[in-house]
């Protein structure tokens, strides 16, 4: 009888240590599945990104309407022109000057040979006009007007982020367009690529919480020891953290960041 107890006992104590070990077991992996971070006031900036060329405002090209010889070439590709020099002189004495002061940036044919009508013959451009010309989506192109805030970076000089503003934004083949007006170095030349980001919303001090917690426009929350789903109704975004507009969240609050969240943030 008494062996029957102990081995009962036995049994109880061992049945209540597997317990313990299943509870925190799920209590571990439960933690490691989320994350808690705490909403904060601060300010956010809302942008729209996208891929910027450079490009120049004065362009010329010679361009014939008739089949004529190229007699004489007065330039080379690189070269720079003053207003007035001689550019090219076809037959019949028909001779092309700079319209303005430049770079030569293409000459496309050799003496003695034939041009066609509407071939590029020479190509001249003012290197000292250039802004950034950046295509939009329509969402975005509808957000985008002129003289907003803009942050230009090229991929070479990471450390340096210009500074400019929209100067125009405007539809072009069924394609949306912003023109960035934006100081360019004399290195910076047309066809270059920036990374380009226009701030279309900005705000200084806000309640926000993170991006990643939100799902459907709802978050959840732990309070006083326990979670609740709160309905939210977000404005301003950033990438990282959201806007709260409407929503029962305060600053005391620990909000749930589910592991896939940090997973697809990583």
């Known amino acids: 009888m008494k062996a029957t107890r102990q081995a009962i006992w036995l049994w109880s104590a061992a049945a209540v240590v597997a317990v313990g070990i299943v509870v925190a077991g799920i209590y571990a992996f439960t933690s490691r599945q989320a994350?808690?971070?705490?909403?904060?006031y601060g300010p956010i900036v809302e942008a729209i990104y996208g891929l910027g060329k450079v490009k120049t405002d004065k362009v010329f090209e010679v361009k014939l309407g008739v089949i004529k010889t190229l007699q004489k070439l007065y330039v080379r590709e690189g070269q720079i022109v003053k207003k007035n020099d001689?550019?090219?002189?076809?037959?019949?004495?028909?001779?092309?000057?700079a319209p303005f002061a430049g770079t030569i940036t293409n000459t496309a044919f050799h003496e003695n040979q034939y041009v066609f009508p509407q071939q590029a013959v020479i190509r001249l451009e003012d290197l000292n006009t250039k802004y950034i010309e950046v295509s939009l989506e329509q969402q975005a192109a509808l957000r985008v007007k002129p003289g907003l805030p803009v942050r230009?970076?090229?991929?070479?000089?990471?450390?340096?982020?210009?500074k400019g503003k929209v100067s125009a934004v405007f539809a072009r083949n069924e394609e949306?367009?912003?023109?960035?007006?934006?100081?360019?170095?004399?290195n910076v030349l047309p066809g270059m690529t920036a990374d380009v980001a226009i701030e279309v919303d900005h705000k200084d001090?806000?309640?926000?919480?993170?991006?990643?917690?939100?799902?459907?426009?709802?978050?959840?929350?732990?309070?006083?020891?326990?979670r609740k789903t709160v309905?939210?109704?977000?404005?301003?975004?950033?990438?990282n953290w959201a806007e709260v507009i409407e929503g029962d969240i305060t600053v005391s609050d620990e909000i749930v960041i589910p592991a896939h969240a940090k997973e697809e943030g990583m």
Do not use: C, M, T, W
């Not at 001689?86 to 000057?97: A, I, Q």
């Open 35 to 40: 994350e808690y971070v705490s909403p904060r």
């Open 231 to 239: 309905q939210l109704k977000i404005g301003s975004v950033d990438g």
């Open 152 to 162: 230009v970076v090229f991929e070479s000089i990471r450390g340096e982020v210009l």
């Open 86 to 97: 001689p550019l090219v002189r076809f037959e019949s004495d028909l001779l092309f000057r």
């Open 205 to 226: 001090k806000v309640l926000l919480v993170p991006l990643s917690a939100i799902s459907d426009g709802r978050i959840k929350v732990r309070r006083d020891g326990k």
């Open 176 to 186: 949306f367009l912003a023109h960035i007006d934006v100081p360019l170095a004399e």
